[in-house]
């Protein structure tokens, strides 16, 4: 009997696949921190998760709603300073990879948390980057997951909040002392990764019952995909009951709390 689940689960369980044991992962708040927390209480007990606020080895039993949530601190292994985490674990190589989400992204995998429409006169303000500019230059290499759409996923993004490739895919080249860069991108549709020579996102992998042309019809660009095209494995039950029992603890926690 096939499983029923969600574009929701199936994307927060396929990026939590991306995440192995030796693993020391930087993590997002949002869909990187479900998708980290699932790897964790699944197939990854070992992955090591750190957090911008300074928190090591942490093992929350819901999920934060920020990077201050105490939930985070009580959990950790030990907190040490912001300063401390960013020049010594991030700068100093010590990030296996990074996590992250964002508002757009565009063909080269440049992230967008900064604004939307024009920079002098924007449509919308967004929360900014954070630590994530960082992250993505540090981290040995970084994972983003997001929901696809047209409106997210963008020719070119309004900002470059957060480098990926650059404008022309070029921005990493000859440049040893930074990470390789985005990986792969983990959507609700698909898996995307880039095209070793461009840089260019190029779609890899096929969730269940979506098509081809559902992507194209999510994406601000003339999306390619590979000539080996994958369908992505369906959630198994395990997988779907952590993931369910994880939000619904974390809705009832946060609902507690207000």
């Not at 997002?28 to 980290?36: D, H, R, T, V």
């Not at 020579?197 to 019952?209: A, C, F, G, Q, R």
Request: charged share 20%.
């Amino acid at each position: 009997m096939s499983l029923e689940f969600t574009a929701s689960e199936m994307m927060s369980v396929t990026a939590a696949r991306a995440l192995t044991n030796e693993m020391t992962c930087f993590v997002g708040i949002g869909l990187p921190s479900e998708a980290a927390n699932l790897a964790r209480l699944t197939h990854a007990p070992d992955v090591t998760l750190i957090y911008e606020s300074g928190t090591l080895q942490t093992k929350p039993d819901v999920l934060p709603l920020s990077i201050g949530d105490g939930e985070l601190c009580e959990s950790a292994l030990t907190t040490v300073s912001v300063p401390e985490m960013f020049r010594y674990w991030l700068q100093g190589g010590h990030i296996s990879v990074g996590f992250l989400g964002t508002a757009q992204i565009d063909r080269f995998a440049n992230l967008n948390t900064t604004l939307i429409g024009d920079y002098r006169e924007p449509e919308v303000r967004l929360p900014g980057g954070g630590g994530a500019p960082e992250i993505a230059t540090n981290a040995r290499e970084v994972f983003i997951t997001v929901k696809h759409s047209k409106r997210t996923f963008v020719k070119d993004v309004d900002f470059v909040t957060t480098v990926g490739f650059g404008r022309d895919g070029k921005a990493r080249d000859n440049v040893p002392n930074i990470g390789r860069g985005p990986t792969v991108v983990i959507t609700d549709l698909c898996i995307l990764k880039p095209d070793p020579d461009t840089k260019e996102l190029v779609v890899t992998s096929l969730h269940p019952n979506v098509t081809r042309d559902d992507v194209i019809e999510a994406t601000g660009w003339d999306i390619r995909f590979a000539d080996q095209l994958d369908t992505t494995p369906a959630p198994t039950a395990e997988e779907l009951e952590v993931l369910r029992d994880l939000k619904a603890r974390t809705n009832a926690h946060h609902s507690g709390q207000q």
